[in-house]
């Protein structure tokens, strides 16, 4: 006879504004770096599962684009557009706040939940940010009378501080099922994908002002039949000025961009990685329905 498992399976929505750390806890619960991390609001631009597995349990977390109110550009309609495509066919919801700021976008964000009829369990992340823990307890009050959450469960993604608590919470919730990932996968992302994400990082994370929003990666070759595996990625920015600020004097912040992205392909790939980078202007392209989806949003 063959053996059946008992196990666990379902998906889990991470929605909230920009900035307040879904991406942060996805690969603090998976183990692995999935989605990519900024001090920048608007960092998330797709929709990215990270698969947590274990014996009898599989997470797939649903990191979304954080919800704004400023949609201004086509870019932002299609990144809350595609946040809040993103909760067809979930089990659960984690909406999530920064412990001690509640902010427009925030309720913005909540309201956008009004119709969700999956629970939504309500995360409170941060805490390690806030010094005198008795301010945490009204914030928590004040925070879920605003609906009828699931759950509570105050966080710290980036100090690994109750994560414990988000797995049971979400685990008793998951149906009764098998794995919809092989239990060795944990996105559902492929590694051009992930290159293109590394330099967009290493791009907002160096670059200042506005410039990272207007940017885009683009993958143009992705060749890994041969050591090193060779990567030409184009960055779009939507200004000729914008150009000149990427490529830096002398080149030097577009090799910094490329230095800092390859040395990351490499410990994640375990391989040499010979990445090239170019630099070219589609103008205006964030305001552009048909380029913003044009360029993988
Ligand atoms: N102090 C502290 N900082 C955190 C914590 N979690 C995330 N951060 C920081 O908050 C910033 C934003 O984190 P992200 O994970 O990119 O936030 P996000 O919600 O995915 O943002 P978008 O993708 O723009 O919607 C980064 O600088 C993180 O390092 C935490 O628990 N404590
Ligand atoms: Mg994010």
Redesign the pocket.
């Known amino acids: 006879m063959s053996e059946t498992r008992d196990t666990r399976s379902g998906m889990v929505a991470l929605v909230?504004r920009?900035?307040?750390?879904?991406?942060?806890l996805v690969n603090a619960l998976v183990g692995e770096k999935v989605s990519i991390?900024?001090?920048k609001?608007?960092?998330?631009r797709h929709r990215i599962i990270g698969v947590y597995t274990r014996e009898d349990l599989q997470i797939a977390l649903v990191?979304t684009?954080?919800l704004h109110t400023t949609a201004k550009s086509a870019l932002n309609r299609v990144l809350n557009e595609t946040a809040v495509a993103s909760l067809a066919g979930i089990d659960l919801v984690l909406f999530?706040v920064e412990a001690g700021r509640w902010r427009d976008e925030d309720a913005a964000a909540l309201a956008r939940l009004a119709r969700v009829e999956a629970p939504v369990g309500l995360v409170i992340?941060?805490v390690?940010?806030v010094a005198d823990k008795t301010e945490l307890l009204p914030f928590i009050q004040s925070v879920s009378e605003k609906r009828e959450f699931a759950f509570v469960a105050p966080i710290?993604?980036?100090?690994g501080r109750n994560l414990d608590a988000i797995i049971a919470e979400c685990g008793t919730r998951m149906p009764a099922g098998p794995f919809l990932f092989p239990d060795d996968e944990y996105t559902d992302r492929n590694l051009r994908f992930i290159a293109a994400e590394t330099v967009r990082e290493k791009l907002t994370l160096f670059l200042q002002q506005e410039l990272p929003y207007s940017a885009a990666v683009e993958i143009e070759r992705f060749d890994s039949s041969d050591v090193p595996i060779e990567i030409h990625a184009c960055i779009w920015v939507s200004r000729e000025n914008h150009k000149a600020m990427v490529i830096g004097r002398g080149g030097q912040m577009l090799k910094k961009i490329g230095r800092a992205a390859r040395l990351d392909l490499v410990s994640r790939l375990d391989t040499r990685v010979d990445l090239r980078l170019w630099v070219k202007v589609r103008e205006n392209w964030i305001d552009s329905e048909a380029s913003v989806r044009d360029l993988g949003h």
């Open positions: 909230g920009p900035n307040v750390g879904k991406s942060t991390v900024t001090p609001p608007q960092t998330t990191d684009p954080g999530m992340n941060k390690d940010r710290s993604a980036q100090k």
